[in-house]
C-alpha cells in the first residue's frame, strides 16, 4: 500500500513539474515577443544616436533623436562594387545578416580586416545643417578588434577625405585598453585628420606612441591596446579602399564637389 502512495506522489510531483516547465516556457516567449518591439526601437534609437553622434549634431539634437535625425539625415543604400546609389530598403538593410548569406555578400581579396565575408550592399547616411547643404556623409564600419567585430561610424567632410568623427557602436574589447575607442580624449584626435593621400589611398592609422604633430594621417594609437589599434587601422583602411567604400568615394566625390548627392 505505501509503494502505491509513494508511486502516486512520484507521478503528481512529476506532472506538477511538468506543468511548471510548460507555465514558464510560455511566459519566457510571450515576454520575448512582447519586448521585441521595444527591443528593436531601442536598437535603432542607438544607430540613431551614433549616427548623429559622427556628424556632430548629437548635442544640438539634445533628447529629440528621432525629430532631429529625421529632419538632417537622409540614408542612401550603395552598391560596395560599383559605388554606385541603388534602390533598396534602408530600414529593413541588415548588415550582418547580408554577410552571412553567401548570395549577398562576398570574400574580400584582402581581408585586412578580418571580415570573412563583407555584404555586397551597404547603407551609408547623408547628414545636412540648417541650410539644407551637405555637411557629412556618415559610413558605416566593422572589424576585428581582439576579442570579436567591432562595428561603428566614420563622418566625413564633403570632400570624403577629412574626417569628422570615428564613433565605435557595438564592441566586446577591454575596458581600459581596446574599449578605450570610447573615450572622449581619444575620440577629439580625429577631426580633421585626412583618410588619402595625395594618390588617393587609404593611409589613415593609429601610430603607437603617438603621431607626430602635422601627421594628418597618423592618430594616437590606444595605450596597451595594440591588436585593437591594429583592428582600428585595419578596418579603416579596408573600407576606405578598393573592397570597402572606395568606389563609392570614386564614382561621387566630384559630384558632391558639383552641388550635391541625389
Request: net charge positive; hydrophobic share 40%.
Amino acid at each position: 500500500m505505501s509503494d502505491t502512495k509513494n508511486k502516486e506522489t512520484f507521478g503528481k510531483t512529476v506532472i506538477f513539474v511538468f506543468i511548471i516547465c510548460l507555465v514558464c516556457a510560455a511566459l519566457v516567449s510571450i515576454s520575448a515577443v512582447g519586448l521585441k518591439p521595444l527591443q528593436q526601437a531601442n536598437k535603432l534609437l542607438d544607430k540613431q544616436t551614433k549616427i548623429l553622434e559622427a556628424s556632430g549634431l548629437l548635442e544640438k539634437a539634445g533628447s529629440d533623436i528621432v525629430g532631429t535625425y529625421g529632419k538632417f539625415v537622409t540614408a542612401k543604400m550603395i552598391d560596395l562594387k560599383t559605388g554606385s546609389i541603388i534602390d533598396g530598403n534602408t530600414d529593413m538593410f541588415d548588415e550582418r545578416s547580408d554577410s552571412r548569406d553567401a548570395n549577398k555578400s562576398t570574400k574580400p581579396e584582402n581581408d585586412m580586416a578580418g571580415l570573412s565575408r563583407r555584404a555586397d550592399r551597404a547603407v551609408i547616411y547623408l547628414v545636412k545643417n540648417d541650410a539644407g547643404q551637405l555637411d557629412t556623409i556618415v559610413l558605416p564600419i566593422v572589424g576585428s578588434g581582439l576579442w570579436d567585430l567591432m562595428y561603428g561610424f566614420v563622418g566625413l567632410a564633403p570632400d570624403l577625405n577629412t574626417v569628422r568623427s570615428v564613433v565605435y557602436s557595438d564592441l566586446k574589447e577591454t575596458p581600459g585598453l581596446g574599449a578605450e575607442v570610447l573615450n572622449p580624449k581619444w575620440k577629439a584626435l580625429w577631426p580633421g585628420k585626412k583618410m588619402y593621400n595625395e594618390q588617393g589611398e587609404p593611409v589613415i592609422k593609429l601610430v603607437k606612441g603617438g603621431a607626430k604633430k602635422g601627421d594628418v594621417h597618423g592618430v594616437d594609437a590606444l595605450s596597451g591596446a595594440t591588436l585593437t589599434s591594429n583592428g582600428v587601422t585595419k578596418t579603416l583602411q579596408f573600407w576606405l579602399g578598393d573592397e570597402g567604400y572606395g568606389p563609392f568615394v570614386k564614382v561621387n566625390r566630384e559630384q558632391i564637389r558639383n552641388g550635391g548627392l541625389n
